[in-house]
């Protein structure tokens, strides 16, 4: 069973940043991108960030300006660093993994695994 931990999510006001975390713990991927996806209620998941593993990011154009995605290999470990946040960044956020990728997906369906999400909310 393979397991990704986010950790993170919270409340803050419009302007202020959040850093995200992503840990695969006891798994050991083989050249793998992971991303996070994000859904607002009544809406559908989208794609935020991902960041392959010879660190190519990519973003949303929503969040190019304001967010940054970075990872360590040998830890499993990815952060979305969120700053100048809008209300409009309320959503759950998702860690998600796709294995055997070089390159990078903005397509959930591409994505093998995913955490449980982490509650982000922006009050204006």
């Known amino acids: 069973q393979v397991r990704l931990v986010e950790s993170g999510g919270g409340l803050v006001q419009a302007g202020g940043s959040l850093t995200l975390s992503c840990v695969a713990p006891?798994?050991?991927?083989?050249?793998?991108?992971m991303a996070w996806f994000r859904q607002a209620p009544g809406k559908e998941r989208e794609f935020v960030a991902a960041?392959?593993?010879?660190?190519?990011?990519a973003y949303a154009d929503a969040v190019e300006d304001r967010f940054s995605i970075s990872r360590h290999n040998t830890k499993h470990t990815a952060w979305l660093q969120m700053h100048s946040l809008k209300p409009e960044d309320t959503a759950v956020y998702y860690c998600?993994?796709?294995?055997?990728?070089?390159?990078?997906?903005?397509?959930?369906?591409?994505?093998?695994?995913w955490g449980q999400g982490t509650q982000v909310t922006v009050s204006s």
């Open positions: 960041v392959s593993g010879s660190g190519n990011t």
């Open positions: 006891e798994q050991t991927f083989t050249r793998y991108v």
């Open positions: 998600a993994v796709e294995n055997y990728a070089a390159r990078i997906s903005c397509g959930a369906e591409r994505y093998d695994y």
